[in-house]
């Protein structure tokens, strides 16, 4: 078993209080059932995050809409395994949904999730957002500035000339100076 996978089963098994429901979707190989929790009404949160996560990394398409749903969750711990599901789910909407996540003015503060899933996918989206992003986020005094961080980082990965002018701006930002600084000497 993944770590991944175990951080999720550890989550989930707390939040169901042990149900013999949750041990089920945690062990089930039946894609059917899974994919069934989805679509089921009143399911709890925590088995359509099993079902969406265990298809997701199985593959199967019909995550892909929970997955992007719980990418852009309040809970940090859920936006961690949906972006690790998404990512292996290989299905070409995910970076367009993690651009339009990241780009969301109205959900800044969920952003750092949909930005670093860009990254990983370094997917012909990637670059424009970072860049556009950061360049929103890049004021001394935004509150959003782990999100910028984190922008500066996946441009840093990505090492895109396109990224210098905001990298340049960014140096200013008193905490984004420093990985500003590295990202710039990967440029080519």
């Known amino acids: 078993m993944d770590e991944d996978f175990r951080s999720l089963a550890d989550r989930v098994r707390d939040e169901s209080g042990g149900s013999a429901a949750c041990e089920r979707l945690l062990t089930t190989g039946d894609?059917?059932?899974l994919a069934g929790v989805l679509v089921e009404r009143e399911r709890p949160l925590w088995a359509?995050?099993?079902?969406?996560f265990r298809?997701?990394?199985g593959g199967d398409r019909r995550a892909f809409e929970a997955l992007v749903l719980l990418l852009n969750h309040r809970d940090p711990e859920r936006c961690v395994s949906a972006s690790y599901a998404l990512?292996?789910?290989?299905d070409p909407r995910t970076a367009r949904a993690a651009a339009a996540l990241a780009t969301n003015t109205l959900?800044?503060?969920?952003a750092l999730h949909p930005v670093r899933l860009l990254t990983e996918l370094d997917a012909p989206e990637s670059v424009p957002v970072l860049i556009a992003t950061l360049e929103r986020l890049s004021a001394p005094d935004d509150p959003h500035w782990r999100v910028a961080l984190a922008c500066?980082?996946?441009l840093h990965r990505l090492a895109d000339p396109r990224a210098r002018p905001s990298l340049e701006a960014a140096r200013?930002?008193?905490r984004l100076t420093a990985a500003a600084t590295a990202a710039l000497t990967s440029l080519p």
């Open 55 to 57: 298809l997701g990394c």
């Open 87 to 90: 990512a292996r789910l290989a």
């Open 107 to 110: 959900r800044t503060a969920y």
């Open 48 to 52: 359509r995050e099993i079902a969406a």
């Open 31 to 33: 894609h059917e059932e």
């Open 172 to 174: 200013t930002h008193p």
């Open 152 to 154: 500066v980082e996946g």
